[in-house]
């Protein structure tokens, strides 16, 4: 899958794209928030990971914005976040965002979760 990451730490970026890109899939990273914004509407990935707690923007705006535009509908939004309470969680969702996982990732639901985003975009496609 095409899928975009979007943190304002370069070590979670590189972490997360070296393991995305391990488990097949091409992943562009991006720290410039409105860089990855503009990305993410003119060339919708199928997933894109993006952290609620960025200094300059938050990430629950960026889904907000991304949702605005039809182009992007098809992506899938997923929170990537340290915050895990559970109105955490209905604020990623209120947002746009159409999963949550917190920080650090476990890998096996981070296989879990794209496996199950294939299945449906894969389901879709048939349609």
Same mark, same amino acid.
Request: glycine fraction near 4%; charge should be negative; charged fraction near 25%.
């Given at each position: 899958?095409?899928? #975009?990451?979007?943190?304002?730490?370069?070590?979670?970026?590189?972490?997360?794209? !070296? @393991?995305?890109?391990?488990? %097949?899939? =091409?992943?562009?990273?991006?720290?410039?928030?409105?860089?990855?914004?503009?990305?993410?509407?003119?060339?919708?990935?199928?997933?894109?990971?993006?952290?609620?707690?960025?200094?300059?923007?938050?990430?629950?705006? #960026?889904?907000?914005?991304?949702?605005?535009?039809?182009?992007?509908?098809?992506? !899938? @939004?997923?929170?990537?976040? %340290?915050? =895990?309470?559970?109105?955490?969680?209905?604020?990623?969702?209120?947002?746009?965002?159409?999963?949550?996982?917190?920080?650090?990732?476990?890998?096996?639901?981070?296989?879990?979760?794209?496996?199950?985003?294939?299945?449906?975009?894969?389901?879709?496609?048939?349609?």
């Amino acid at each position: 899958m095409h899928i #975009v990451i979007v943190d304002d730490s370069a070590d979670i970026l590189d972490s997360m794209s !070296t @393991l995305l890109q391990m488990m %097949g899939h =091409h992943v562009e990273s991006f720290l410039n928030v409105e860089a990855a914004v503009a990305h993410i509407i003119e060339t919708p990935p199928d997933v894109a990971f993006i952290d609620i707690g960025m200094p300059s923007v938050s990430g629950y705006d #960026v889904a907000r914005e991304v949702r605005k535009h039809a182009s992007a509908q098809s992506a !899938t @939004l997923i929170a990537l976040t %340290g915050w =895990h309470r559970e109105e955490d969680r209905q604020r990623s969702f209120d947002a746009g965002f159409d999963s949550h996982l917190v920080k650090p990732v476990d890998l096996a639901r981070l296989r879990e979760t794209l496996s199950n985003i294939a299945v449906i975009k894969s389901s879709r496609a048939l349609e």
